[in-house]
């Protein structure tokens, strides 16, 4: 016998006997609901007004046939309170959002307008439909100024405004919503969980592609031209491609309303393996934390990615082949998907969202050709839409670059319907079916990009300091570290992400004196390179690199060598005494092996 249940909680159907007693009705619907028996009571009316017994009768004896509907009434029991509705309305709201976010949550946004003077008949100190501000979400105001794509907080106002909702009421909901393409497998309807069953409740919705109104960052800020230089000299010394993260910080970009930029600071080159065709990485790589809690003491934050993707073109002149362009493709399906997964692993804690987070503001930047055969840097985001559908196994790269492959279902694979809309020769939308494959463009945000007229970068050494991870053709070590701190003439020297990354890896310094360092290299100041001097760990430094047998410097930036000693004191020292390569333990001079790690010495 199959009696049908209502809840609060939708319908649900329980398989039964007659000659069962009305308690094992309420135990299956418990299992299905996930709620203590003890709170469901169940009556014949939709009001719950006359209840029926919760045992000691049979499902004959009260009456039920196959099919009745019966309505259930649950209460909460005290291990399953549920939050009061203020605590649970301010739960979202005490997100911690980046600071640019709530600084932009406070700016009315409005784009002003000044007086028109062929229409506007009022007085220079009235207003009229012709000069009143315009919202930042203006539709005839955005596309005026050629701007694709709306900022992510006027698209949020726009919201705001449709909905006509108010943060500070009891019962606002947050407007903003990621999709979700993933079978629901805690379905409550009943049946049995996918891939088993599915109803309408736990299956995805049909999936439209279009493009994304908003962005969430606008604009992609190198601070100074040398970063791009450095970064592509590995291309042109080895012929191969290079990846390396962005790290900077977000501020506000005025070209847009309520617009934000990423100020690119520092790249930084994980371990990878390099080829002119490609690149592989090695992911995750360990020191990908430490990188990252050092660039949060310089006030960075990891903003983006870029890879080169260059080919000289044979004549000689120094230009490069274009190939990235509206007729091939601007984003390969294969990065396509890779842009998903990272702006997936970097979200955007917001206090508009339910889940206390929205889309990402992790940029992807390729190093390429454009179409005079200079090297130009182009920046995207991949749309919230796309990094669902990889999120939910639906969309593949194929070989083809331009074209993203839907893949096919199978029994633990649920694919949704999916479509596209394009204009046909007759200028009219049409939608189509985008399996088995469509066009990368949909998925694609574009981003601008661009040099400060006046650059004031955070790190300003005169010289760079070799660059990570370049096998054969950098070379971090302490010999390199002894020679870059003993040829800086002032503090600017101490200037370089590169180097105090180096310094890190060290673990000489203990988090004090890396704050110290940090410091010093982000201010530029005397005062900081004097309290850096005088710290221990600094010190130690030295120590461990006069040890070594190479430093001629006192501890400060191109001094002699000291603390306190002579330079013939130093100079004995060198002779009578080896530093090991790999671990940095000083040796005596009468071994050949190292003591401490038992590398050889000439190795």
Not at 88 to 107: G, H, T
Request: proline share 5%.
């Amino acid at each position: 016998m199959l009696l049908r249940i209502r809840s609060s909680e939708g319908t649900s159907r329980v398989q039964v006997d007659g000659s069962e007693d009305i308690s094992s009705a309420i135990i299956k619907l418990a299992e299905i609901l996930k709620h203590d028996p003890s709170s469901i009571a169940l009556s014949v009316r939709p009001d719950c007004t006359t209840l029926l017994a919760t045992s000691g009768a049979t499902v004959e004896q009260l009456g039920l046939k196959h099919g009745d509907m019966l309505y259930a009434q649950i209460s909460k029991s005290a291990g399953e309170e549920q939050p009061k509705e203020n605590e649970a309305s301010n739960s979202f709201k005490n997100v911690r959002q980046d600071e640019i976010d709530d600084y932009l949550d406070k700016q009315d946004g409005l784009i002003k307008r000044g007086r028109d003077p062929n229409f506007c008949k009022h007085t220079y100190n009235g207003m009229c439909d012709y000069c009143m501000p315009l919202e930042p979400f203006d539709a005839k105001y955005l596309d005026e100024n050629k701007i694709k794509h709306m900022s992510f907080h006027a698209y949020l106002r726009q919201l705001n405004v449709q909905n006509k909702k108010s943060g500070a009421k009891s019962s606002y909901l947050p407007p903003l919503e990621e999709p979700n393409y993933k079978v629901n497998r805690n379905c409550k309807g009943g049946h049995p969980p996918w891939p088993e069953s599915i109803c309408t409740k736990c299956q995805p919705s049909a999936i439209t592609l279009q493009r994304q109104a908003f962005r969430m960052v606008d604009h992609v800020e190198f601070s100074s031209a040398s970063l791009i230089d450095n970064f592509i000299n590995y291309w042109r010394s080895t012929g191969c491609q290079r990846f390396g993260y962005l790290y900077g910080r977000y501020e506000p970009y005025s070209e847009v309303p309520l617009g934000i930029k990423a100020v690119v600071e520092a790249i930084y080159e994980p371990p990878q393996t390099n080829e002119p065709d490609g690149l592989t990485l090695l992911l995750p790589w360990s020191e990908e934390k430490s990188v990252d809690e050092l660039a949060s003491r310089c006030g960075l934050v990891k903003v983006g990615m870029i890879f080169t993707d260059l080919m000289d073109d044979g004549t000689g002149q120094g230009k490069v082949v274009c190939k990235r362009h509206i007729d091939s493709f601007f984003l390969s399906s294969l990065e396509i998907t890779f842009a998903a997964a990272m702006q997936a692993s970097h979200p955007s804690p917001s206090k508009w969202s339910a889940s206390g987070k929205f889309s990402s503001k992790f940029v992807t930047c390729v190093v390429s050709g454009n179409e005079t055969g200079d090297i130009d840097v182009s920046s995207y985001q991949v749309s919230n839409s796309c990094v669902a559908m990889v999120d939910a196994d639906i969309i593949e790269a194929s070989i083809k670059p331009s074209i993203m492959r839907v893949k096919e279902a199978t029994s633990t694979r649920y694919i949704p319907e999916v479509f596209y809309k394009y204009k046909n020769e007759y200028g009219v939308t049409v939608s189509h079916n985008a399996k088995p494959s469509f066009p990368v463009e949909y998925l694609l945000v574009n981003v601008t990009h661009g040099f400060p007229s006046q650059p004031n970068p955070l790190f300003t050494s005169p010289t760079h300091f070799p660059i990570e991870n370049r096998t054969g053709l950098e070379v971090q070590e302490i010999s390199t570290l002894k020679n870059y701190l003993t040829s800086s003439q002032n503090v600017h020297g101490l200037s370089d992400f590169h180097l105090i990354a180096f310094i890190q890896q060290m673990n000489v310094l203990d988090s004090g004196d890396i704050n110290l360092l940090c410091e010093a290299a982000t201010t530029h100041t005397d005062d900081a390179a004097r309290k850096l001097e005088g710290s221990p760990g600094w010190q130690t430094l030295f120590a461990i690199l006069r040890e070594a047998g190479h430093s001629q410097g006192s501890g400060g930036f191109g001094g002699d060598a000291g603390h306190g000693s002579g330079s013939g004191g130093s100079s004995s020292a060198a002779q009578a005494t080896w530093a090991c390569r790999h671990c940095t333990f000083v040796n005596t001079s009468n071994l050949s092996s190292c003591e401490m790690c038992g590398l050889p010495k000439d190795q």
